[in-house]
């Protein structure tokens, strides 16, 4: 019996060792304390968490973890504690040594003695501080998507509402409805991939021209810029008019066309900054050739004379004569491009006016 005891006494040190090193190692803070929330152990984690070194905490009141106003917690979980409890987890906030909060996920389990009396609780902490800052950013994303989606639905009942009246044969009312629509999706797409951040004006182009081909008679020029979701929308919506009037009737209608798209940045009249954007085509005049001289005032000279340049603060003028057409868009910088870090960026809250 000797020999087992002297046997015995050795494995049950070695496993105390063992349970030691666990609880120091552990990346989660590992807190004891007596029915008196008096803090009796105070592991690596809990120093890396809260701040206070062991030979600061051990001896103290838990309290001194504890915001005001969530003390009476204390006083909950000592009863809990007292009657044999396992307290499951739970999300509150505690406070670090240098004053600052942390949100955390508790789970407090009873300590008994070798005669099985409780006389303490063990406290497991884990910080959840990023995980409540990702589901933060998780609601106020779902805010954004949804301020989005209602706005593209109130785009597109106004698109349907305007192509109608413009419109007798229902077929081409589809193929209408349905190519400005599928516009609208390209410049959501941009958006989506750069979490809604803006889009580059030169991809915007590159995108609503795509469908229509001919990329070796077009020309971009013009420095980097990242538009603002509103500018991307709404100039989205009218390089997709002139792309498809230009198929139709214009520079990409034929081998023979050219297409120029420009755009600068320069002081305006009030001397703030401005862009000026063109759009400038030139197209050979054939006998008999179909064109569009302006006299019917349709859905996409809406877009171009009112809707882009109101939506962006700016103006804008169309011309037509035979074998060219430009449209030129002035605008303040600040209502296109994506502003500095910190800046707020403005939204559209309100339909589009599509009306002449």
């Known amino acids: 019996m000797t ?71 204390e006083a909950d979980i000592i009863g809990r504690v007292r009657n044999g ?7 509150t906030i505690r406070r670090r040594k240098d004053g600052g909060f942390i949100a955390v996920s508790l789970t407090i389990s009873p300590i008994r003695n070798a005669s099985g009396e409780i006389i303490g609780a063990s406290k497991i902490a884990r910080d959840i501080t990023a995980t409540r800052e990702s589901e933060r950013r998780i609601r106020l994303l779902l805010r954004e998507v949804n301020h989005r989606v209602k706005n593209q639905f109130a785009v597109i009942l106004s698109m349907i509402r305007e192509t109608s009246k413009r ?129 019917r005032k349709g859905f996409g000279t809406v877009v171009l004379e009112r809707v882009a340049p109101q939506s962006l603060n700016g103006s804008a003028v169309l011309e037509r004569s035979p074998g060219h057409l430009s449209w030129s868009l002035t605008a303040p910088l600040e209502s296109i491009v994506v502003p500095p870090l910190g800046a707020e960026i403005p939204t559209a809250d309100t339909e589009p006016s599509f009306s002449p």
Not at 14 to 28: E, G, K
Not at 85 to 91: F, G, K, L
Not at 245 to 260: H, P, Q, T
Request: glycine fraction near 8%.
């Open 167 to 295: 419109s007798t044969d229902p077929r081409e009312f589809e193929e209408l409805i349905r190519s400005r629509i599928m516009a609208l999706s390209r410049s959501h797409d941009l958006l989506v991939n750069s979490d809604w951040a803006g889009a580059s004006l030169f991809d915007l182009v590159q995108e609503q021209l795509k469908p229509f081909g001919r990329e070796e008679q077009v020309s971009l020029s013009g420095p980097l810029l990242t538009l603002q979701p509103n500018a991307v929308q709404n100039l989205g919506m009218a390089f997709h008019e002139l792309g498809t009037n230009s198929s139709k009737y214009g520079a990409l209608a034929g081998d023979a066309g050219r297409l120029e798209i420009t755009w600068q940045i320069g002081n305006g009249v009030s001397g703030k900054r401005e862009i000026h954007l063109v759009w400038d085509e030139t197209m050979p005049v054939y006998e008999g050739s179909r064109r569009d001289d302006g006299t």
């Open 85 to 91: 409890e396992v307290v499951a987890s739970y999300e």
């Open 3 to 73: 020999e087992l005891a002297n046997i015995d006494g050795p494995i049950e040190i070695a496993a105390d060792a063992r349970l030691a090193a666990i609880v120091d190692s552990s990346f989660d803070a590992i807190i004891s304390k007596d029915l008196n929330s008096i803090i009796t152990s105070w592991n690596g984690a809990a120093q890396r968490m809260f701040g206070y070194a062991a030979g600061e905490a051990v001896g103290r009141s838990v309290l001194m973890l504890i915001p005001d106003h969530l003390r009476d917690e």
